[in-house]
């Protein structure tokens, strides 16, 4: 699976199609964060858009080969196979930009809670961010995968899906991504930076499954 990871890394650093979601969350991060700001309120504005931005790389990843490239390794390699590095590759780019950002956003942001009446201290800050990011990264990519090829091939279904998808992911209860950044904005009322690793556990458990579906359906379809 290596090589194939390697392989959709190259081609999505090579084809620049990974600029627009970048761009538009690091404008997205720089309009709605501003240094001063409570750092836990930061985070949960920081992981919430990164949502959307880790579907919108799948999306980049699973069309980004030629047809006749994606056959040529599909048959080389299996489609199913094939499919799942690029899933992977789009996780790792979501992860790595959730990373970096929450780094960067605790670094400028106030180590402080609402109204700066009790302090956070930015290790912890970042401790409740990281996993909150992974969460969030995770349950894009999930959307990605379900709203995107093989499992949605028109892009007027795909591309509404994967909006309304990033949506209910962010706010219907019970949502990993909704409990991470409910906690995030719970501990900056509060001052005490949640260390809540179920958010996480319960989008690996749904990324699992969306990602085997999705790649067991590109066996199916295969061209």
């Known amino acids: 699976m290596t090589p194939l990871v390697r392989y959709q ?16 969350y690091v404008v997205f991060l720089g309009v709605g964060v501003q240094s001063g700001q409570p750092v836990l309120n930061s985070l949960g504005y920081t992981v919430a858009a990164l949502l ?8 980049i990843c699973v069309t980004g080969e030629p047809p006749a490239a994606r056959a040529c390794v599909a048959a080389a390699r299996g489609p199913a196979r094939a499919h799942l590095a690029c899933l992977l590759t789009a996780l790792l780019a979501a992860v790595l930009l959730g990373v970096v950002a929450t780094v960067v956003v605790t670094i400028v942001s106030a180590p402080a809670s609402n109204g700066h009446r009790v302090h956070v201290a930015p290790l912890r800050a970042a401790a409740a961010g990281l996993p909150a990011a992974l969460a969030c990264a995770l349950l894009g990519t999930a959307v990605g995968a379900l709203t995107s ?23 219907l209860a019970g949502s990993p991504a909704q409990a ?4 995030l904005v719970t501990g900056s009322r509060t001052g005490r930076p949640p260390v809540e690793l179920l ?12 990602f ?8 199916r379809r295969s061209p």
């Open 149 to 171: 090829h093989p499992v949605l091939r028109s892009t007027g279904r795909a591309v509404p899906a994967m909006l309304l998808g990033t949506l209910f992911a962010l706010v």
């Open 9 to 24: 890394a190259d081609l999505l650093l090579r084809s620049q199609r990974w600029l627009p979601p970048v761009i538009l």
């Open 52 to 59: 959307p931005v880790a579907a919108w790389l799948v999306r």
């Open 199 to 210: 958010p996480l556990v319960g989008a690996a458990l749904l990324t699992t499954a969306a």
């Open 180 to 183: 991470a950044v409910d906690g």
């Open 212 to 219: 085997a579906a999705a790649a067991r359906l590109s066996g």
